[in-house]
């Protein structure tokens, strides 16, 4: 019997996981964020829950705790009917995808001589 070669192992990566608490609650993370740019990509949360892996109640509730936790709502809905319905981002999800986004790539930026160092201290899996 032959052996298949082992694949090699991925690289190192760092992941910033920026999250918004309110209480116990997270009112915004990655999963939100991801799910906010999906639904404005596809304008259907059924499509966009799809897209990220996602069960569409997970999705709802995901949603609705954002839309919760801003002042106003991150998303619109409009009920099924002769088009169909259909879900877009509003001016303040559209704010808050690009503030989070920035937050991102700031944090990235700002930390690039630290992040190159600890990735380099992961060494290879054996």
Known sequence: MSQEPESPAPPAELRLRIRVTRGEDIAIGPG?????????EHGS???????IG????RAWMLLDEVNRSLRRPATTSAQGGQR????????????????YREIERQAEQACAAQITALLAMVGDPE
Request: proline letters at 0%; charged letters at 20%; a positive charge.
């Open 32 to 40: 939100k964020i991801a799910l906010l740019e999906a639904i404005r």
């Open 84 to 99: 169909g319905g259909g879900s877009v981002l509003t001016a303040e999800g559209e704010t808050v995808v690009r503030l």
């Open 54 to 57: 996602m069960s569409y109640r």
């Open 45 to 51: 949360i059924t499509l966009a829950a799809r897209q």
